[in-house]
Structures are given as C-alpha cells and as structure tokens.
C-alpha cells in the first residue's frame, strides 16, 4: 500500500460538505485545508451564493465531482428561487429519476426502476414522517407537501454508504435547506406570483374555483457581526385552483376468461349458442379476453392552500463549537368537489360485441341490451383533508482537535393528516335515473364513447340511491437520535463512525358510514325539479379524440352536495346515516419500529499511478417491529341491490404481534482520476428497502361488499417480514470537459431478495353465507326461469315469493316497477368465497440500467443544453396472459430529459421536456383481482423565462404542461382503455425582491 506523502486534494472538502448534509462526517485532515471561519461547513449545506442558471448548472456538476460515490443534485439559481416550483419537477431533470403526478403536479418519485416506496428522503440528513390519506399504508414522501423557495439543494445519492440512514434501494435524496452561518450577513428576498391554472376552465360552472390566484414567499437570513449568531426565517403560501377530468372504468374489467370457458352469467356465449350470432371476431378458444364491469365519465375540482414555515437559530461561541436549532412546519389543506356519470354492465350473454385479433384481447365495442331498465347513476362527493408536518431538530459540531470531529443531531417531527370538512375525507352520494335501456361502449377512440339512446331522465326523473362517508386519520412520528465522528488517521486516511437509534410509529384510522339503498332511497319528489343541473358532458374532453362523436351521452349532471345531502337526510329519515363517524373507527391500526445502528467507513487516497481514493465500510442495524391492529368479525351477508352484498359487522378486538430482524450491510466505494477533468467511480453495496405498512400490519380486514359475480375480498399483514436486501454494483464514467460542462454514462445492477410477493388466496372466513346459490336462489333459477345474469328478476322472484320467510324482507316497489328489500345469507346458504390478500418473503428480482447525461454550454453565447436518457431493465415482468397473481416490478420504465437554455445578464430562459416511458403501476386491480394497471408513456413541456430587472428585481413567466399533454392507463392490452385524464396547462406571472 503506498499513500499520499502530501496533503490530501482540496476537492475532498467539498466533496466530504455535500455527504455530510446526509448524515456523514468530514475527515479532519480534510477541515485542516479549510479557512478558519467555516468550521462547520462540512455538515451544512453549502453557501447558496450562486446567481443564475449556469452558476447553478455548476454548483450541481461540482456536487456530482466533488462526491464520493455517484451523486447528482440541484443547487438553487439563487436565494429563495428553485429551478422549478415543485420539488419531485426538479428531481425529474435528473438521470435515473421519474415521477409520478397527480392533479397535473409532481408527487412521488421513481429512482432506477425503484418505486416510491424505496427511496428514502432526508431533510436536512434526518429520516422524515410522512402520511398520505389516498395511500394509508404506503411509506413514500410526498413532494407536493414542500415549497421549493426555502430549498437550496437537492442530493441523490445512488449508492449505498455506511454512514447513510436504511431505507432507500433507488436512492437517498436529501432536501437542504440553508443555514445563516454558512452564508455571512444578511440576506432576504421576497416573492409574489399569479397562478392561472386553465384546468380550472374546463370544469362545470358549479365546480370551477378562482380563475387567478396567489402564491407569496420570503426568506430572510442575517447573520452577527461578530459571526457568532444566526438567523433565518422563511414562509411561503400558495392558493391553486385546479381540476382534472376522467373516464374510465373505476371498478375495471371482469374475467378474464379463456374462449372456451362456461361461467353462468359472465361469459360470452359458445359458438352456436343464442347470442353467439351478435360477437364479431369472438376470442378462440385458447385466447383470454375480458369484459368492462362498469364505465363513468367524471370532472373533479381541487383546491389547495399550502403554507410553509422554517426557522433556523445557530450559535458558534467559538469556532471549534456550531449548535444549530431548527423548526420545520408545512400544512396542506386540499377541498375536492366531484361529479360523477356513470353505469353498471351485467347481461353478458345477451350483449353485442366486436373484438381484435390476438391472443389476450379487450372489447372494441361492447353492447348490452336489458328486459328491465337500468340505472343511470348521478354522483357526487364533497370532502376536504389537511396535512401537517412538525419538526424540531438539534444538531451540535465540535472539532474536539485536529484530528478529530464529532457531532450530535436529534430531532422529533410529525406528519399528520385527517378530515378538514364536516363531510369526512371522502365521500360518495349515489343518484339514479332507472331510465337506461340499450347501452354500448366504444374504445376505438381515445375517449371512450359510451351511448345510451333510450336513456328518458325526464320521465323517469334522478332520486337518491346509496351513498358512503369515509373519514380517515393518519399520524407518523419519527424521534431520531444521531452521533457521528471523523479521525483523521495517518496522511491521508480518514475513519467514520456513528451510531443512531430511530423510534418511529405509524398509526391509521378508518370509518365508513354507508347506505346500501342503491335500488333507490327516495322518491323523485322529494326534489327541486332545479337541483340537478345537465352539462355537456363532450366539452371537458375536448383534448380527446371522441369528444364530439354523434353518440356520445350528452349529459353530465351536477348538483350542489351539500343541499342534496340536506335533503336527502330529511327524506330518508336518517340524519346520522348522510354523515362521517368522527366518533369511533372502524379499524385502527399502529406500527412500531424501533432500530439500532452503527457504521463504521475508511477511507483512504492513494497516491498510484492513476490517483485514487477508497472508501470501505459497514452498518449494522436491528430493527424491532411491533404491530397493533383492530379486527371486526363480519356477522351476516345481505343481498340489498342488484349486485352488491354488504357485509354486517359487530363488535371488535385487537390483535398485537412482534417481530425484529438484523442487517448487515457492507459498502465499497472506488473513486478513479484518469484525468484531471476525467473519472471513473465503482461502487459495491448492500441497502435495504422497508416492505410497505399494509404488508406489515397484522389483522385481517374485510372489504364492506360481497360482489355478486366475484365475492367477497379481505386483506392480512405479516409483520415478520424482512426488508427487501439489496446486492448493488455501480460504475461510471464522467468527463468535465469544461467548467460548466460534462458528460457521463453510469450503469448500475441490483439483485434484490426478500421482496414480499402478494399472495391471493380464495377463502370462506367468519362463516359468513350467501344467498346466491341457495335454495331462494335455485329456486328462482328453476322455477322462475331466470337467468343467474339478470339479478333483478332473481331479486324479484325472491322478495315476491319468500318474504317473510327467514332472510326475506320485502320493503316495497322501485319507481323502475322492480322489487326493493334484503335477502340474507342463511346458514343453509354457500360460504361467501373472499379473495385474501397476505404477504410473504418469496420474491427475488433483478434490475440493470444505464444512464448517459449531457451537460453543455455553448461557449460564452449564453446557450446551453442539459440531456439525459435512462434505460432500466428487469427480467421480472408481467405476463399478461397469465391469470394467476403475479410478482413484477412495478414503476420500471425509461425516462428522457431535454433542456434548452439561455442566459445573459438580462433574459434567462429554461425549456424543458420531459419522458416518461409506459410502466406497469400494479398488479392488482381496483377490485382487488390480479390483473395488471400500466400506465401510458407520458411526455410534457414545460417553458420559464425570467428578467433581471436590476441587480434587485427580476419578473419571471412559467407554462407548466404547455403542450396539454393527457394521460392515460390501461389493462391487459394497451387497447384495454382503464382510464384517460385531462388537466391542461397552467401558468405563472411573478416577481422576485432581494434586498
């Protein structure tokens, strides 16, 4: 071994200051090349100083060079002013990474082919809460939740390190915030902006909210004279009214099924039957097709207000010794008002249909013709959540000598979310026109077009049907605890140590008040012939081809939730039953884990000829898991409408189980200088990834309804499953042909085990019964000829023959002249089927990829570009044509950025698209069947021009989705439409102060 026989390069500062932001130490030889006044600069992070796009473009190149390990980052153009206003939009223009949106904004992010759930996000170097109500159980950050203007960086770090906290397989990103002894004296900005979101346009008058609001920020950070005191406060608010539109089946397909395949009531007609005459192309024998179960038009109005907070105290009494104090706050509150059209499909044999050639296929068009009318369903929802996230952190750097460093950081921080309207967190109040005759559904067209000819609402005029109120409550707390060292040892060899412990709980709760009158709750008259208002329902498609087909259904109605709710409530009599439980929970579930660590890392520069630098290390860490989980036995299944059977449920228990479980986790980290402006990095590593909290939590759930083609579905945790290890081999190249400029090509390859592989197993549970298939039903079948599709007649036969008799209670006549009442299962009855959702660790996967990035200035002309492609690749994947449930990688696609620049000391202009290829988004369906979901390959431009007024004032414009891209997910084929969505552009007019 030969070592340096001079002092190490000045890079590795920088190097060491950008991983000390995650939770690492600077080696003190390495603080002994520093000036006397930045002590603690190795675990802040860096001065934001930099002004303007390219002096950004270089600060995160230096970040990437100056790394060790692969590293990509932003830096912030200047104070207070990010690349882009939302986080995971930044995070997108970096290589390797892809975003998932929702409400045409970034939320979550996808990191080398690795799910939300994987990577692991740090503020400021600490492991952060987070909730989410639309996923309970799933562990990824939230971006949306965060202002960018407080931000002065973001860190990806790409592969594993000793010194970096569990949890991120795809990566470590580190959200940076500044602090005020890293940047002496005073610094302040102030910001306003107009946000004029055209989605909004595109909704019902009724739904649309402000056509321009505002959005305002400020940071201040100032600093003593003397360099001993800091301060920095920062606050941001934004107002944004939006909306998106969608069509789609909620509910997904039913099946599939093989050609040949006989199942009474749900598959198409053999070759020769009656109906078989009104298939064109049927499916053969051997191939699998499926078949729509229900479709709806939807537009859905969001508005948020956001508001953001952190104060920063430091005191240095000397330059051996930096305290910071931290506090971090963030509140979204989010209103949603919703309308919905929609239908139900269930006469299968006696539909019209055409089909594709193929082997797995989905209806080109698909028909139904009925004996009886049907319902038209008219819905709407009005709920609101809220979202706050707490924290209080501490941190301590003392150089105790030259040699040796030592720091403490300790942080308490909440993420909580809950209802923040009187009509819970979500809700759904079921109307219905039982009006609809001949229906037919076309998906050769982008939108698809659903046409109901003999649909008569004015005849037979909308009343009330079913409706549920859910409210639901989500806490996270993380206590953490951190301690860390760097000795210098030798020359030019650095030792890092630490330990930390994390305390981290994760409680939900759940409550559904729900009526099960879906064959009609009320009477028409119960109604202002006004409260139900028809739209045209083509032109908030109108970015969709199919938007203006001739026989589309004209009308989309909406009505006010609140005044029909009102009346509603009054004319059912049931007050309490139009109204969220905010008193008790029907489930409630909490999940411990309680871990241990500590790391040690070597690393040392060796003076050969080709320069290189090694970093060696292992983390050790035991985790306790502790799961507590309400449990409510089902008691009887009750047949209350045509194809829904909900379940009762009474009383309640809970269940406690424990686990833990120990990783050990070794790193290498090999860092080449070919040339001065030329590396080569290779990485070994084992990280790991939590499994999700519905994976962990013990006590099995029941769905609330019992379909009546497919049963019942339930759902168990285990919470002794181990986390998802992760074997990584790393290389990359990287040229830095000039200071702003630079290529690189890395390639990455990780074999991950344990992954929980999903099992569906079909189960009687509770001995719960049901009455289709028992003797009122055979009966039926036999002696009333009906067929097992046409459920009103069952019902029908049923409730006009049996009641009174046990199970059977007829409660009257539906205005569409069928029978209403409850038939319940009897313990002569079948045993209801559920399809069970558990966990295990059987699953092993594999994912390679590339990743080439481009970043070049053209000369002094003030044009540059920014590229990057990312290819990712896993042989685990999904076959469509298998029926059975399935484990594949989900998020797994390549992504593509381009950006245009130019900049000058007046203009600067920023133009961006961004790729995202298809990828498959689950594997289970919304009805909790096997089936896969993709989502469509997704390309948006995006446009920010800014103007330096003066040295102070600068104005800035942004189009966001300027090519009012749309989006689009589908099934077992790409012609297997799921869903399309359109939002559309939205755009920013605002200024910017320095003082």
């Known amino acids: 071994m030969k070592t340096f026989s001079k002092p190490p390069r000045q890079r590795r500062l920088i190097s060491l200051a950008v991983a000390g932001a995650c939770a690492t130490f600077t080696a003190a030889h390495a603080q002994d090349a520093t000036s006397s006044n930045s002590t603690d600069s190795m675990t802040s992070a860096p001065s934001v100083i930099v002004t303007g796009i390219r002096a950004s473009m270089q600060s995160t190149m230096n970040m990437k060079r100056n790394a060790d390990g692969i590293v990509d980052g932003i830096v912030a153009d200047d104070i207070g002013k990010f690349p882009d206003t939302n986080l995971a939009e930044s995070l997108q223009r970096i290589s390797g990474v892809s975003i998932d949106r929702s409400n045409g904004e970034g939320q979550k992010v996808t990191v080398r082919g690795l799910g939300p759930d994987f990577n692991l996000v740090l503020l400021n170097g600490r492991q952060m809460p987070t909730t989410d109500l639309s996923d309970l159980s799933g562990r990824s950050f939230d971006f949306s939740n965060l202002a960018s203007e407080a931000i002065s960086q973001l860190q990806v770090y790409k592969t594993g390190r000793a010194d970096s906290p569990t949890g991120g397989i795809g990566a470590t990103i580190n959200v940076m915030t500044a602090r005020p002894l890293d940047n002496p004296g005073m610094r302040a900005s102030i910001g306003g902006k107009a946000l004029k979101d055209t989605s909004n346009d595109h909704l019902p008058g009724m739904l649309k909210g402000d056509s321009v609001t505002p959005e305002v920020s400020g940071i201040y950070s100032n600093t003593s004279a003397d360099g001993r005191f800091g301060v920095a406060v920062s606050a941001s608010h934004q107002k944004r009214d939006s909306g998106f539109n969608r069509a789609g089946l909620a509910n997904a397909y039913q099946g599939p099924y093989r050609g040949n395949q006989v199942k009474a009531g749900e598959t198409l007609p053999q070759p020769g039957e009656p109906g078989s005459q009104n298939i064109t192309n049927r499916p053969g024998p051997n191939d699998l097709y499926i078949i729509p179960q229900n479709f709806g038009y939807s537009v859905n109005a969001i508005e948020r207000e956001r508001t953001n907070g952190q104060l920063v105290l430091q005191f240095r009494p000397v330059k051996e010794l930096t305290t910071t104090l931290d506090m971090t706050y963030s509140e979204q509150k989010i209103h949603t008002k919703r309308n919905e059209l929609s239908v139900w499909f269930a006469q299968t044999p006696t539909s019209t249909s055409s089909w594709p050639s193929g082997h797995v296929v989905a209806p080109l068009t698909y028909q139904e013709v009925y004996n009886a009318p049907q319902d038209i369903s008219v819905i709407g929802g009005d709920y609101g959540t809220k979202t706050k996230n707490k924290s209080i952190g501490f941190n301590t750097v003392w150089k105790a000598s030259a040699d040796l460093r030592l720091e403490f950081d300790a942080h308490h921080s909440t993420a909580e979310s809950g209802a923040d309207s009187p009509f819970g967190t979500e809700n759904n109040l079921s109307n219905a026109s039982f009006s609809r005759g001949t229906t037919k559904i076309d998906f050769t067209k982008e939108l698809p077009v659903l046409s109901m000819p003999a649909a008569d609402l004015v005849n037979q005029p909308i009343q009330a049907a079913g409706s549920w109120f859910h409210n639901s409550w989500q806490k996270a707390t993380v206590n953490q605890a951190q301690a860390k060292g760097s000795l210098k040892l030798l020359e030019a ?33 119960d109604y202002p012939a006004s409260i139900f208002q028809a739209n045209p329902l083509g032109s908030y498609f109108k970015e969709l081809n199919g938007h203006n087909a001739p026989e589309l259904f004209g009308s989309l109605y909406t009505f006010d939730f609140a005044t029909l709710r009102a009346l509603t409530a009054k004319a059912t009599g049931n007050a309490a039953g139009y109204l969220p439980n905010f008193a008790s929970a029907d489930t409630d579930r909490e999940l411990k884990e309680k871990s241990s660590s500590g790391y040690l890392s070597f690393g040392t520069d060796w003076d050969t000829a080709i320069p290189f630098r090694s970093t060696v290390g292992v983390r050790v860490e035991r985790t306790k898991v502790t799961s507590v989980a309400q449990v409510l036995p089902g008691t009887a299944v009750v047949w209350g409408s045509q194809n829904e059977l909900p379940i009762t449920f009474a009383g309640s228990s809970y269940s406690t189980q424990d686990a833990s479980y120990t990783n050990v986790l070794p790193s290498l980290s090999l860092d080449f200088d070919v040339r001065p402006d030329m590396k080569i990095r290779a990485g070994a590593g084992a ?37 998802v290890k992760s074997k990584n081999l790393d290389l990359s190249w990287e040229w830095y042909y000039s200071p702003q400029s630079l290529m690189s090509v890395a390639l990455f390859h990780k074999k991950m085990d344990n992954y929980a592989g999903q099992s569906l197993i079909s189960q009687p549970l509770y001995n719960l019964h049901t009455p289709v298939g028992g003797n009122y039903y ?47 299962g009897l313990p002569t009855d079948p045993l209801v089927n559920f399809v069970t959702t558990t966990y295990s660790n059987q699953k092993s996967a594999t994912v390679k990829g590339a990743e080439l990035n481009v970043q070049h200035m053209f000369g002094r002309s003030g044009f540059g570009v920014q590229a990057n492609y990312t290819w990712v690749s896993s042989p685990t994947k999904y076959d469509n044509a298998n029926t059975n449930d399935q484990f594949a990688i989900l998020g797994l696609s390549n992504s593509a950025n381009l950006v245009g620049i130019y900049e000058d000391d007046k203009w600067s202009v920023r133009v961006a698209y961004n790729w995202r290829d298809k990828f498959l988004a689950a594997t289970v369906d919304a009805s909790n069947r096997a089936a896969p979901i993709y989502t469509d390959a997704y390309g948006q431009t995006d446009v920010s021009i800014g103007y330096n007024f003066n040295d102070r004032l600068s104005f800035q414009v942004e189009a966001i989705n300027l090519t009012n891209s749309t989006q689009r997910q589908f099934g077992r084929t790409e012609a297997a439409t799921l869903n399309v969505t359109q939002a559309g552009p939205r755009y920013m007019v605002g200024a910017r102060y320095k003082f």
């Open 687 to 723: 990280t790991i990834g939590r499994p999700r909290y519905d994976q962990l939590q013990g006590g099995l759930s029941l769905g609330t309804i019992v379909n009546y083609f497919t049963g019942g579905t339930a759902s168990v945790g285990n919470p002794a499953l181990k986390p």
């Open 493 to 525: 060899s650095d030792l890092n140590f630490g330990v930390s412990y994390t305390d981290s709980t994760n409680r939900s709760t759940y409550s559904n008040v729900q009526n099960n009158t879906w064959g009609g709750a009320s009477k028409a008259s």
């Open 778 to 824: 055979n009966a039926a079948i036999g002696t009333g000829g009906c067929a097992p599709a046409d459920t009103n007649c069952i019902r029908n036969y049923i409730l006009g023959n049996f009641d009174g008799q046990p199970g059977v209670v007829k409660t009257g006549v539906k205005a569409d002249g069928n029978l209403n009442g409850n038939i319940t």
